[in-house]
Nanobody
Framework: QVQLVESGGGSVQAGGSLKLSCTAS????????MEWYRQAPGKERELVSNIGTDGFTTYVAAAKGRFTISQDDGKNTLYLQMNSLKTEDTAVYYC?????????????WGHGTQVTVSS
């Protein structure tokens, strides 16, 4: 059972930066696509960014040019660098792993980290 633990959330003023981390309990990046989601109060959870096993990255339009997803295989850690933060980025941020093992898909989620951006 893969465990994911997020960290790095906090409170920051608009225009500031935060770097979120998501550490996995084992080496998974070679068999799992990794994703960052967020959920703002009263809204549905939305995909922010993902990185495939081939390193290909995608971003939601609101994050393009401001957020960067990356991973460190040696540390089993996924990152989300967030710059030029806006109040609308306020949400709980979750990391997720979409893993395939012998054709069987498994999804894993972290418990989330709160990001609050004030004006």
């Amino acid at each position: 059972q893969v465990q994911l633990v997020e960290s790095g959330g906090g409170s920051v003023q608009a225009g500031g930066s935060l770097k979120l981390s998501c550490t996995a309990s084992e080496h998974i990046f070679s068999r799992c696509a990794m994703e960052w989601y967020r959920q703002a109060p009263g809204k549905e959870r939305e995909l922010v960014s993902n990185i495939g096993t081939d390193g290909f990255t995608t971003y939601v339009a609101a994050a393009k040019g401001r957020f960067t997803i990356s991973q460190d295989d040696g540390k089993n850690t996924l990152y989300l660098q967030m710059n030029s933060l806006k109040t609308e980025d306020t949400a709980v941020y979750y990391c997720a792993a979409i893993c395939y093992d012998r054709g069987v898909r498994s999804n894993y989620w972290g418990h989330g980290t709160q990001v609050t951006v004030s004006s």
